[in-house]
């Protein structure tokens, strides 16, 4: 099935480590799914972050890293700033399907 | 600088049909993927559709197959979205998207158009 689905909701404190994941209804993430990440300030429009599980663009920031993390794509912030807090998006390619799914997002707080 | 712009957002009755536009400029959009990513009001993202750089492969959401046609005219520097049979569920910001990087999706973003669907 191809639903994609990430915590709702997660909070970590300035200079912390947090983890956010991205699971396939149809089993475990693989490197085949492409899995990208968005960021998404409040009346803004996305901002591609990792691509392809872990590959960064040229403006992402260092702190944040793509990877595979039991059977999940996992996208994690190490040194967690003020203006990291938004919303974060997955994005899964469904080869099957011939098409490309989000996340419902994780709302990120720093408390 | 990259900039997309999109246009033709606008409030539709129920059943109605609508035509958006992308315009883009700063980037080679002969050489891009584009795609279309909506996001109804307080909602997550969508994906919506894609196609090849030279238009000759196109990809849809299940949600809306048979309803929207995604096409593209390089030479304008152009994307376009068709939607026909308008349904409530189809209001939302609609965003265009391009990327020239193999499986990165949507890395370039325009700021949005917002459809409304309402009688």
């Known amino acids: 099935q191809t639903v994609v689905t990430q915590e709702p909701s997660l909070a970590v404190s300035p200079g912390g480590t947090v983890t956010l994941t991205c699971a396939s209804g149809?089993?475990?993430?693989?490197?085949?799914?492409?899995s990208n990440w968005f960021q998404q300030r409040p009346g803004q429009a996305p901002r591609a972050l990792i691509y392809?599980?872990?590959n960064k663009h040229s403006w992402t920031p260092a702190r944040f890293s793509g990877s595979l993390l039991g059977g999940k794509a996992a996208l994690t912030l190490s040194g967690v700033q003020p203006e990291d807090e938004a919303e974060y998006y997955c994005?899964?390619?469904?080869?099957?399907?011939?098409?490309?799914?989000f996340g419902g997002g994780t709302k990120l707080t720093v408390l | 600088e990259v900039q997309l712009v999109e246009s033709g957002g606008a409030l539709v009755q129920p059943g109605g049909s609508l035509r958006l536009s992308c315009v883009t400029s700063g980037f080679n959009i002969g050489g891009s993927w584009m795609s279309w990513v909506r996001q109804a009001p307080g909602k997550g993202l969508e994906w919506v559709a894609n196609i090849k750089e030279d238009g000759s492969v196109k990809y849809y959401a299940d949600s809306v197959k048979g309803r929207f046609t995604i096409s593209r005219d390089n030479a304008k520097n152009s994307l376009y979205m068709e939607i026909n049979s308008l349904r409530a569920e189809d209001t939302a910001v609609y965003y265009c998207?391009?990327?020239?990087?193999?499986?990165?999706?949507?890395?370039?973003w325009g700021q949005g158009t917002l459809v409304s669907v309402s009688s």
């Open positions: 149809t089993g475990a993430v693989t490197s085949d799914f492409y």
């Open positions: 994005l899964l390619w469904f080869g099957g399907a011939q098409s490309w799914v």
């Open positions: 392809s599980t872990s």
């Open positions: 998207a391009g990327t020239s990087i193999p499986w990165g999706e949507c890395v370039f």
